[in-house]
């Protein structure tokens, strides 16, 4: 190569590498990471509240949705659909044109259930808000009749939790003869009309067979919220249905064992879902019968 060759190619290779690094420092700038709430979503673009303000991200066929698994070491995909407003997570993608197409969104199951809760309350015009306030007025009616069911019914309550240790003895002696799940909404300890009308039913049939029964009362609850409270509100579910099986069914106070408070031990489904915890949020009662009356029927 001549010596005037050399001074040329020194300077395009220069300008190359140049342009190489302004690229990929511009390549760099345009990254960006954060995380937020989700408040708002329109197909597949995203409106998320950050600490420095909301900033719009958009979903594409290449990103990943992922959710922590056990202790947040394992991650596992998910559709884009459980993306909802309510549901706190963390972004990584690429700035274009004001928005960030992102590359991949990460959040916790536990965010995700809250999420679910908060869109499960979510009405999407003025009559279904009405609809909703309704809803949420009679609960609470409900709500209140029953502490009042259970305050009226609290040394009846206390009594039957005290004979409870003492008769455990006995089950060796009894056989299920039947038995009723109670379902919740999250948080609430209240019994729906057809709950009523199905422990009506159930104390009927066990006053069929005099003194020769039992009626067990076990409460429980999902895993959403601390183990505390947990244990708390299935102690709550289960004096509800104590409460109504003494005051309304006028079940005698000695033939009810109880109130078994498991919160979200021996759960009847998985956590993980929504259907999961919607079977979990429950109380079992079953109907006891003495095996020698159980033999003669």
Aim: glycine share 8%; hydrophobic share 40%; proline share 3%.
């Amino acid at each position: 190569m001549s010596k005037k060759r050399v001074p040329l190619a020194i300077a395009v290779l220069t300008a190359c590498i140049v342009a190489w690094v302004s690229t990929c420092s511009a390549a760099d700038r345009d990254k960006v990471s954060g995380e937020g709430v989700i408040t708002g979503r329109v197909g597949d673009t995203l409106t998320i509240k950050t600490s420095d303000g909301p900033v719009t991200v958009t979903v594409s066929g290449d990103t990943k949705v992922q959710q922590h698994v056990g202790l947040g070491i394992r991650k596992k995909q998910m559709p884009a659909d459980v993306l909802v407003p309510g549901l706190k997570l963390s972004f990584e993608g690429v700035r274009d044109e004001g928005k960030i197409v992102a590359s991949s969104l990460t959040f916790d199951s536990d965010d995700l259930a809250l999420a679910e809760v908060i869109q499960a309350g979510v009405a999407p015009t003025a009559q279904q808000a009405a609809t909703n306030q309704a809803a949420i007025t009679a609960a609470k009616e409900e709500i209140t009749a029953n502490r009042q069911r259970i305050d009226a019914n609290k040394t009846n309550i206390d009594e039957v939790a005290q004979s409870t240790q003492k008769r455990f003895s006995e089950f060796g002696e009894f056989v299920e003869k039947s038995e009723y799940t109670v379902r919740f909404a999250t948080g609430d300890y209240s019994l729906s009309e057809a709950d009523k009308q199905a422990l009506a039913a159930l104390a009927k049939q066990a006053s069929t067979y005099q003194k020769g029964y039992l009626i067990q009362v076990t409460g429980f609850a999902d895993s959403v919220g601390t183990a505390a409270s947990n244990e708390d509100l299935s102690k709550e579910r289960a004096e509800a249905v104590v409460a109504y099986l003494l005051q309304e069914c006028s079940i005698p106070v000695g033939r009810i064992v109880a109130p078994g408070a498991l919160g979200e031990t021996n759960p009847a489904a998985s956590n993980e879902s929504i259907s999961g915890r919607a079977e979990n949020r429950r109380a079992e009662v079953k109907l006891l019968i003495n095996k020698g009356i159980a033999a003669s029927n």
